[in-house]
């Protein structure tokens, strides 16, 4: 299809030039999901300030269950969002309706079970999690409100990716923005002035994501642009469905992995901090806001892949390589800046970063200052990576966007995290991440490289139409 026939549809990702359609839709993404991030951020600043080392420990130990979770909805909503892109790219318009509706019923139905196992395992998972007879008291207390709120959690996630899709990612930044401020003002107010505690702050997140549930739904439900709740399309559909599923695996296996690795952190941080004398519970609190602060870095490479897969499903669907590898390479590129630039900042200014947090354990804060320079040692490799693991997953290609998100965590970090501590004690957990984060950069590179050959030749047979395409776009 030439670019004159595409600019003729009423859709821009097939026409517009790469770099405005990217600022478009990945700046409102890198926003929402630096906001998301921060959602976490805010809790451990405000619980360290009003509860201490102990309360910012239990949400450590709580956060397995939120990912868990978020796996759900990054299941549904990452699938159903690539799956109405590639639809909307053939021009079948219907099918999109039908993936959003599926998408919605599915994400209710989902929170709901989750829901429940959660509330009936919750202080065996607890237990598993890391808790200890100090931090078990706050970590059930914040985990039972958070859990209350799920259906918010879930379901607004899964309409914030549909909404890009649908082309409007502004108010799928602006629903989860709305969130955050509330979040923000709420924090303060439930745990200094009404003294509620951690329970305060699970209530104020579970607030903001209603609100955010809200305004998604009512955007779906009057004013959506391409696709819209319709009660003939919310009856479940098992091609859809099994779609929406399969291309949303790799996003529920990276969050899964994602929490078994929190899992294996928590209880190496507890035995491993034990027996070198910094303490289990300071060593789990330290690593805790770490992590929360690697997720900010990695947000926005999150962001820009999420805002390029509706780019390149459609022009996938519509048979433009061009466009796709244009946008691959420059939104790897973007990643690799920005990532580069956060790196810099946690390794040179460390203690700035950290006394947000509070500062009554001498112990905790030099910990932490270790932890951030050291375990966040090889992120600035993260950023193509992840925009890579988007790329293969919004082209349709499941398989190999499931072995990328599976590579970091579970095939390196996790046997790394049990292994190197028998050597090194508590410093081999923080070696542990600037030796996966390099290692898996180098295995991802080698998949792109093979990828970007496949690309050039179907480009070298579309420019060429006495060729047959169909291999190269297979």
């Known amino acids: 299809m030439s670019e004159t026939a595409l600019a003729e549809t009423r859709n821009p990702l097939g026409y517009k030039p790469i770099g405005k359609l990217l600022k478009t839709f990945a700046w409102p993404a890198i926003i929402s999901f630096l906001i998301n991030s921060v959602y976490n951020i805010v809790d451990q600043i405000f619980i360290g300030q009003g509860v201490g080392y102990l309360g910012n420990a239990a949400t450590t130990i709580s956060f397995p269950i939120m990912t868990i979770l978020i796996s759900f909805a990054a299941l549904v909503g990452t699938g159903g969002s690539a799956y109405a892109a590639l639809k909307l790219g053939e021009k079948k318009e219907e099918e999109a309706q039908r993936a959003l509706n599926n998408g919605f019923i599915l ?28 931090s078990m008291p706050y970590a059930k207390e914040y985990s039972t409100v958070i859990l209350l709120g799920t259906p918010f959690n879930v379901v607004s996630i ?17 629903s ?47 004013s959506g642009k391409s696709m819209r709740f319709e009660k003939k399309y919310m009856k479940l559909h098992g091609r859809t469905c099994k ?64 805002g390029a897969q509706p780019i390149l499903g459609f022009n996938r669907g519509a048979g433009q390589p061009k ?55 090889g992120i600035f490799c993260a950023g193509f990576q992840i925009v890579s693991t988007s790329y293969f ?26 292994i190197l501590p028998l050597y090194f004690g ?10 996966a984060d390099v290692g898996s950069a180098v295995i991802v590179a080698i998949f792109v490289i093979r990828e970007m050959k496949k690309l050039n030749t179907w480009i070298r047979q579309t420019d060429d139409p006495s060729i047959d395409t169909s291999a190269a776009a297979a």
């Not at 990716?161 to 502004?170: K, L, V």
């Not at 923080?430 to 030796?435: E, F, K, M």
Request: charged content about 10%; proline content about 3%.
């Open 158 to 174: 899964v309409l914030s990716n549909m909404a890009r899709t649908d082309g409007s990612p502004n108010l799928s930044m602006y």
């Open 243 to 306: 779609m929406i599923l399969t291309l949303g695996i790799s996003s529920f296996i990276t969050q899964i992995v994602a929490c078994i690795t929190q899992i294996v952190m928590n209880n190496s941080l507890v035995f491993y901090g034990n027996q070198a004398g910094v303490g289990g519970d300071i060593a789990l609190s330290a690593m805790g806001i770490v992590m929360k602060i690697a997720m900010i870095l990695a947000a926005a490479c999150i962001g820009i892949g999420i």
């Open 426 to 435: 508590l410093d081999g957990i923080l070696y542990a991440g600037p030796v």
């Open 176 to 222: 989860i923005l709305i969130g955050a401020i509330l979040n923000t003002i709420l924090d303060p107010l439930y745990i200094f002035v009404f003294h509620w505690g951690v329970t305060g702050a699970a209530i104020a997140t579970i607030t903001s994501q209603a609100i955010s549930t809200v305004i998604l739904s009512v955007y779906f439900a009057k």
């Open 393 to 418: 997953q919004a082209t349709g290609q499941p398989f190999k966007a499931t072995i990328l998100s599976m590579l970091r965590q579970l095939l390196l970090l996790i046997p790394l995290v049990l």
């Open 107 to 134: 994400s209710i139905i989902i929170s709901g079970i989750m829901m429940a196992a959660c509330f009936l395992f919750l202080d065996p998972m607890l237990q598993a999690f890391g808790a200890t007879a100090d």
């Open 323 to 377: 466009r796709i590898k244009k946008t691959f390479v420059m939104a790897a590129w973007i990643s690799t800046v920005v990532v580069i630039a956060a790196w810099l900042i946690c390794q040179l200014f460390p203690e700035a970063i950290l006394s947000l947090f509070g500062d009554a354990e001498p112990n905790f804060t030099v910990f932490a200052v270790k932890c951030m320079r050291v375990y966040l040692g």
